[in-house]
């Protein structure tokens, strides 16, 4: 880890203020309107990573978590899945279970994903509507559409 970190430290190409700004936004959950050669540069120095090429969704990459030394959950859960999960719902007000087995594009299984949500909405953090294949997911109401949904599912899962 160490060598990892001097190597990152001992960088020419410096951090941009685009650079800082991307990497702020994604820290917080956030994947669109980024700047898009800041996100390339972040990716290809393994400071993010994409989660599905197709609708550009990024995490933080894991040096981010061995430089912080802590670990990547709040409580039980996993931040990289709070993220893919936020991503969601950043993007649609309504998610099917689909829609979130892609997005979390084989980092878990189908099952494992079921689970994860079926814990979030026990929590009532989000909330099913409808029944059989036409079911969707939408936030619960103790989250605002209008703020940081990750940031909210930290705070509301700590």
Known sequence: MWR??????DRTDKLNVFDLLTLDKIRQGISTDLFE???EKLQREG?????SSADKKYV???????????????KEYRSIDLQIIAGCFEKN???????????FDKLLTREQVKTLIYR?????????????RSVKYNLGKRINNNQIIFRQLIEILS
């Open 37 to 39: 050669e800041s996100a």
């Open 47 to 51: 400071l993010i990573k994409s989660l």
């Open 60 to 74: 933080l990459g894991d040096l981010y978590y061995e430089i912080k030394r802590q670990p990547a959950y709040v």
């Open 120 to 132: 979030l909405e026990k929590k009532e953090i989000i909330e099913k509507k409808g029944g059989g």
């Open 93 to 103: 007000k309504e998610v099917s279970m689909k829609e979130f087995v892609e997005a």
């Open 4 to 9: 990892k970190i001097y190597q990152l430290s």
